[in-house]
Each structure stands twice: as C-alpha cells, then as structure tokens.
C-alpha cells in the first residue's frame, strides 16, 4: 500500500511524529511532537535548544524518530492530534484507554495510545498515513488502524512547496465558471460566500463546485450517523472522490507560506512544553 501512495503526487506535509531516545542514559524515553519536515526536525532536537529543539530532548540525544503520523488536512489538525496524544488522560476521546501501568515502558504505552486513538473520532475518519521510519522498532498496533489508513515504511514522500493561488492556470480556467457570471453550489443553487472556499471534483472536465457542508451530507447519504465523510461519488462526473482529498485541494490557495508553519511548528512547541 505505500509505494503506491508514495508515487502520489507531493502535498504539504503535516506531521506527528514519535522520538526514541538512543541515549543509554536515558535509553527507551520517547517525546512526540508535530513537524512539517521530518528531517530538519529531528536534526533540531539532536542540536539542542540553540538549534531549534525541545527543552524536554536537549541534552539527552541522539534521538531517533522512528514512527509519524501524517496525511493531516492542516497544521490546526495535526497539532490537536499531537496534543492528545501527549495527553491522553486530559483527552475526553481517549477515556477508555487504561493508563500507563508501572511495568509497562514508554515506548509501547505510547504505541498503544496511537493504536486507539486511530480508531476514535475524529481521527478515525481522517486520511492519515502510518509510517514506520526505523523497521527494526515497527510493532503491530492493537486494534490495528481503519482499513483505510495504509501502513508505510521508509522515509516521507517529498514535500510540496508552498502552494500559490490556483488562478491563472489553463487547466483551471477550463473549470471556472463564465465571466460575468456569480458562481453558485451545483447541489444547492445558493451562491458562495466571500469568506468561503468552493469544494471542486479535482477530475478534468467536471465543473463540480460545491459548499463544503453541502458535499458533504451527499456524501454522507449511505452513512447518515457520521460527520465526517471519507469518501463518496462526485455528483458530476461520478468519480469517486477522497474527502481527505477534496479539503486539501480547497486549502491549497490559503494555505500560509512554509516559513510561517516552521514558525508555527516552533510557537506550538514552546507553549506546549512551558
């Protein structure tokens, strides 16, 4: 299931990660935390708090990340996950996991923290991606994730650069709609808000443009308990279409510059740890 994936085309990158303290010192403690680029960030926090790291990891390196999370729609997803799962116990979603017990190490209690939290909303509905970055440290998840999160190995797919407005392109011109003209959801007739982007079927030659909500109760007609769809027919070519998919592409014109979720990454991880 990953080399396909991983062929895929690049995407911003939000992930959560999980380090593993080689130290023999402090051998077997684990931190987690959230990144939008794997590498330059366990560089950080092997250099210290000087470099860029954690207060929690200065001084106890090497550290090895050896499993992250990711495929989330946004850093604000990403961070919310990561926060959990430092959490658990504060976390209302995670009640039913037992706590740490006193002969169980940190490594596989924060294994089994991930293993539930894969199945609980909403994270259970997301399109996340597990991946095992160190194959000696892998060890099957219990309950094992949703079918439809796919378990990789190896190094992340490369990451997109930031991206730009999806105007001015010939591929994009032929979907939008004609000059002149208000643009209006294909499932309600209603027109779009200036604050609110569009969901658009991603396939060539459909014209679907559609309010988020409105996608989604379509797409949630065969699961009408649910939320938050995962996949579902495009009402206008009939493909089908990923929601995890959908949301990225909406947000790719809004989406702030790296820089500013590098920074970001670095707020978060101050406040989190003070």
């Not at 000087?50 to 001084?59: D, E, H, L, M």
């Not at 991603?202 to 109760?217: F, M, S, T």
């Not at 009939?238 to 707020?267: F, Q, T, V």
């Amino acid at each position: 299931m990953g080399p396909a994936g991983d062929a895929a085309r690049p995407r911003r990158f939000f992930g959560v990660y999980l380090l593993y303290c080689l130290n023999p010192r402090h051998r077997g403690r684990v931190y987690v935390g959230f990144t939008v680029n794997p590498a330059r960030r366990v560089q950080q926090h092997n250099g210290g708090r000087k470099k860029g790291g954690a207060w929690r990891t200065s001084g106890r390196g090497p550290w090895e990340m050896v499993l992250i999370v990711h495929g989330f729609p946004s850093a604000v997803a990403a961070l919310r996950f990561e926060w959990a799962w430092q959490h658990p116990h504060a976390s209302r979603r995670l009640a039913h996991v037992g706590p740490r017990v006193r002969s169980e190490a940190a490594f596989p209690f924060h294994l089994r923290v991930l293993a539930h939290m894969l199945r609980a909303p909403p994270w259970a509905r997301l399109p996340l991606t597990v991946r095992w970055l160190r194959a000696d440290f892998r060890r099957e998840l219990c309950p094992p994730p949703p079918p439809h999160m796919p378990l990789a190995f190896g190094p992340p797919p490369p990451r997109a650069p930031a991206p730009r407005s999806r105007s001015g392109t010939s591929a994009d011109a032929e979907s939008e709609p004609d000059q002149g003209t208000e643009a209006c959801c294909a499932l309600c007739a209603l027109s779009f808000q200036d604050e609110e982007g569009p969901l658009c079927c991603p396939h060539p030659g459909c014209r679907l443009r559609a309010h988020v909500i409105c996608l989604a109760e379509e797409f949630l007609q065969e699961e009408p308990g649910q939320l938050l769809p995962l996949e579902g027919q495009c009402p206008g070519c009939k493909n089908s279409l990923l929601w995890g998919d959908l949301i990225w592409l909406c947000r790719m014109g809004a989406e702030e510059e790296e820089e500013d979720l590098e920074s970001e990454e670095e707020h978060w991880t101050d406040m989190l740890e003070t």
